[in-house]
């Protein structure tokens, strides 16, 4: 078992044995959506696979009660996401890829923070005049690896996934305002994102999916420097920021600087 509380600023323990956390009677879960083999395999480099079962697990709008109110007003939410150490083929587990529409303002899609473990965030940005023309030419992709505590900042008109490329659970909080699922059509010829994230002669490695032509090189972000940028505090969880200063979050997803 392992107690999350003093990572997170809630109440919450995970159970390693049976892959699933325990929930204090004083939190607030809206649904938990857990995410199988078959539904992200349009984003796999081998599509072959049967195992794992399952891929990870999202824990929807997860609040303490005393604490849902002051969210709602601002109208930001909350996920845990939790992603065991499996590979599906030899790549890493990943979540679903995420988007954000392009914004005539640059500004923030979520925060994400690694609450335990790692978490590697890949993202990338489409050209946005050719956004809905073509949804496969990309301009600038880039790679952030969080340890506990680090926080990851994704700019709105990028799409992205949350790997998991160690031998333990990663646990992630997500912070958000509106929350979209890449619609995988829009990617269907690509099989995914321009680069995967796989496991070759133990280590890890970041390969371009051979689908895309034209694929920028991978910038490689420090999670320091984006914290930095944003003013955000390792040593505090996420969950507690946001609800020391809810304005200073409706703000970062207001006006958000791109990817450096």
């Known amino acids: 078992m392992i107690d999350l509380t003093s990572y997170l600023g809630i109440p919450i323990e995970y159970d390693n044995r049976k892959d699933k956390l325990i929930l204090d009677e004083n939190i607030n879960v809206c649904n938990i959506e857990i ?3 078959e539904e992200v395999r349009p984003t796999l480099l081998n599509k072959t696979i049967k195992y794992p079962d399952y891929v990870y697990t999202e824990y929807r709008k997860l609040y303490k009660k005393t604490d849902q109110d002051k969210l709602a007003k601002y109208g930001l939410k909350h996920n845990l996401i939790v992603i065991p150490p499996n590979l599906l ?51 600038e992709v880039g790679l952030v690896k969080a340890k506990r505590g680090e926080k990851v900042v994704v700019p709105c008109g990028y799409d992205f996934t949350i790997v998991n490329t160690r031998s333990q659970v990663s646990v992630i909080s997500k912070i958000y305002m509106h929350d979209f699922r890449l619609d995988y059509r829009t990617i269907q010829r690509e099989q995914g994102l321009a680069y995967y994230v796989i496991r070759k002669n133990a280590r890890q490695e970041n ?27 390792a040593r505090t969880s996420l969950y507690s920021q946001v609800l020391k200063n809810p304005e200073k979050f409706v703000k970062l997803m207001e006006i958000c600087l791109p990817i450096k």
Request: charged share 30%.
């Open 35 to 37: 995410t199988n083999t």
């Open 89 to 139: 083929g030899i790549e890493f587990a990943k979540t679903h890829c995420y988007t954000h529409p392009h914004e005539d303002k640059p500004k923030a899609s979520c925060v994400l923070e690694c609450v335990y473990g790692v978490m590697t965030v890949v993202m990338q940005s489409r050209k946005p005049k050719e956004f809905n023309k073509d949804p496969y030419e990309i301009f």
């Open 207 to 233: 390969v371009i999916n051979p689908k895309y032509k034209d694929v920028p090189k991978l910038k490689k972000i420090k999670a320091h420097d984006v914290m930095k940028a944003y003013k955000l505090d």
